[in-house]
T-cell receptor, first 115, second 112 residues
Framework: DAGVTQSPTHLIKTRGQQVTLRCSPKSGHDTVSWYQQALGQGPQFIFQYYEEEERQRGNFPDRFSGHQFPNYSSELNVNALLLGDSALYLC??????????????FGEGSRLTVL | QKEVEQDPGPLSVPEGAIVSLNCTYSNSAFQYFMWYRQYSRKGPELLMYTYSSGNKEDGRFTAQVDKSSKYISLFIRDSQPSDSATYLCAMSGRDSSYKLIFGSGTRLLVRP
């Protein structure tokens, strides 16, 4: 049973560029959440997708956008990259009914470096 | 002030020691309390999950929640070098919020 898979694992971009990160949830899960984890910090909630809609959003600017596909996989897009966007981006999957109870399964993350 | 406070460590203990990891929080609406373990360059892995106050035990791990003090703890008995990792506490509320609020993590090193 495959867990949460994310791609790419590492990438380097320059300021002003755009990036797309991808996530496939754990088999049987229908909800995807995205978190940003800066070095030495805990993950910060970006948004959650359920039934192909953004269900909740954290305190991130509109440069951060996402999408969920009918097969429950998801993308995170970040436009106009800033140096401060350098972080580990984590995808977490869960069941819609337990998505607010903390039973999240995380992927290995995509490490983004902005130069 | 952060909603969830966690001592960053590092905490260094000898193999076999009992480890105590703690978090304090300010939002009394939190109802679900979790501990995640994160190895270097990996994603967080759910270790323990507790609803409301009380204790929960799973093998060498015990989670405690004291809502009156807004304080949660994770105890690791007979610690092993393989327990060396960063431990993140996380919380969520019973309202319509779907986000987890994480502490900044405590780095644990278990010396052989």
């Amino acid at each position: 049973d495959a867990g949460v898979t994310q791609s790419p694992t590492h990438l380097i971009k320059t300021r002003g560029q755009q990036v797309t990160l991808r996530c496939s949830p754990k088999s049987g899960h229908d909800t995807v959440s995205w978190y940003q984890q800066a070095l030495g910090q805990g993950p910060q909630f970006i948004f959650q997708y359920y039934e192909e809609e953004e269900r909740q959003r954290g305190n991130f600017p509109d440069r951060f956008s996402g999408h969920q596909f009918p097969n429950y996989s998801s993308e995170l897009n970040v436009n106009a990259l800033l140096l401060g966007d350098s972080a580990l981006y984590l995808c977490a999957s869960s069941l819609g009914t337990s998505a607010n109870t903390g039973e999240l399964f995380f992927g290995e993350g995509s490490r983004l470096t902005v130069l | 002030q952060k909603e969830v406070e966690q001592d960053p460590g590092p905490l260094s203990v000898p193999e076999g020691a009992i480890v105590s990891l703690n978090c304090t929080y300010s939002n009394s609406a939190f109802q679900y309390f979790m501990w995640y373990r994160q190895y270097s360059r990996k994603g967080p892995e759910l270790l323990m999950y507790t609803y409301s106050s009380g204790n929960k035990e799973d093998g060498r791990f015990t989670a405690q929640v004291d809502k009156s003090s807004k304080y949660i703890s994770l105890f690791i008995r007979d610690s092993q070098p393989s327990d060396s990792a960063t431990y993140l506490c996380a919380m969520s509320g019973r309202d319509s919020s779907y986000k987890l609020i994480f502490g900044s993590g405590t780095r644990l090193l278990v010396r052989p």
